[in-house]
């Protein structure tokens, strides 16, 4: 392995406001420290989040960059902090971070890393962390999918909601899917989702109680809210559980009306894993490495890649993200080997 620089190029979020904010900068080089590892980075998954971020209106947890953005990366680790000991220098991996993800090197704790499944690329590897963690722990951990449940995922063909749709198909669920153009859904089916719904032209409570016979999506998976948590209660299942993990359209609903939580006992619930400690997200992360990790080695499915920009064209690869244009993973190429 070759010495390691004393600086970095890192994208900074130089100010709140338009893609143009985000410019390339020379760094220190981040320090391990005890129990992390430095990954050189090869390829940076771009996430909902990260324009959040940009935007000034999602602040990053204490101990995180602070103006550096990027939630998933991938690539070799290159330094090992005080007590790190599950990988070696050069081993190949990808992990979920608090922040700093746009950048040449980052730092991570061992326990939220995952070697690279056999048969990925950095480039696909990269759009795992982030969209596989929070689906495995929303889906599965909070929602509690089973075998022949009904699965409904509103932005279908977003990262997460492609993650969504293929690990539910995996797990034996059926699934129904919403997303605002006949190529988004299009792109639905061809991932496995049963039954797509354009929620521009067609109602996705009539078509959800239609494909599932009269009994309602056992689990949904919303990141809408505003209007949508009325409908998602009209959409649910008798014991139906939906799972927030986002706003998109609004969190305050005036005129909601919660008597069906009652009458069909509803669980509706959410979540946040950004500021999760690194012993919670690793639990997330063994689950993952026992019951997920071994289908993506054996090419059951892998990452939808959208498009992929170099790191200095951060801004465009947020620019694609808010056209919401995309269909599956936006990721940026740091190094030539991604």
């Not at 971020?53 to 991938?74: S, V």
């Not at 071994?294 to 801004?315: C, M, N, S, V, Y």
Request: hydrophobic content about 45%.
């Amino acid at each position: 392995m070759s010495e390691l620089p004393a600086s970095m190029t890192a994208i900074v979020n130089s100010a709140p406001g338009g893609p143009e904010v985000l410019v390339p900068q020379a760094r220190p080089l981040p320090a391990p420290g005890p129990g992390e590892i430095l990954v050189r980075v090869e390829a940076a998954g771009v996430n909902r989040p990260d324009v959040s971020q940009r935007l000034g209106k999602y602040p990053p947890p204490a101990g995180a960059p602070q103006d550096i953005p990027g939630l998933e990366i991938a690539g070799e680790v290159a330094a090992l902090g005080d007590g790190a000991s599950r990988y070696k220098i050069g081993d190949r991996v990808c992990a979920l971070v608090a922040g700093g993800g746009y950048a040449e090197y980052c730092t991570v704790h061992e326990s939220n890393a995952l070697p690279v499944p056999d048969g990925l690329s950095m480039i696909e590897a990269a759009a795992l962390p982030e969209t596989f963690f929070t689906v495995w722990t929303n889906v599965f951990q909070r929602g509690h999918l089973a075998p022949g449940e009904t699965l409904l995922v509103h932005g279908g063909s977003s990262g997460i909601g492609t993650t969504a749709i293929m690990l539910a198909k995996a797990f034996g669920a059926t699934v129904v899917a919403t997303a605002g153009s006949a190529e988004k859904c299009d792109a639905m089916a061809k991932l496995g989702a049963d039954h797509v719904v354009n929620y521009k032209t067609q109602d996705f409570v009539a078509e959800t109680r239609t494909a599932t016979g009269g009994h309602g999506a056992d689990v949904i998976l919303d990141m809408v809210g505003g209007s949508y948590v009325q409908r998602n209660y009209e959409a649910a299942a008798v014991e139906g559980r939906i799972v927030q993990i986002a706003f998109m359209e609004g969190y305050k609903i005036p005129a909601l009306d919660l008597r069906p939580l009652s009458a069909k006992r509803l669980t509706h619930t959410g979540s946040t894993l950004r500021p999760r400690t690194p012993a919670q997200k690793a639990l997330i992360a063994r689950e993952l490495e026992q019951r997920v990790w071994p289908l993506l080695a054996a090419g059951r499915f892998k990452p939808l890649i959208d498009a992929t920009f170099p790191l200095a064209e951060a801004a465009a690869a947020h620019a694609r993200m808010e056209s919401s244009t995309h269909i599956g993973k936006i990721v940026l190429t740091v190094a030539e080997k991604a």
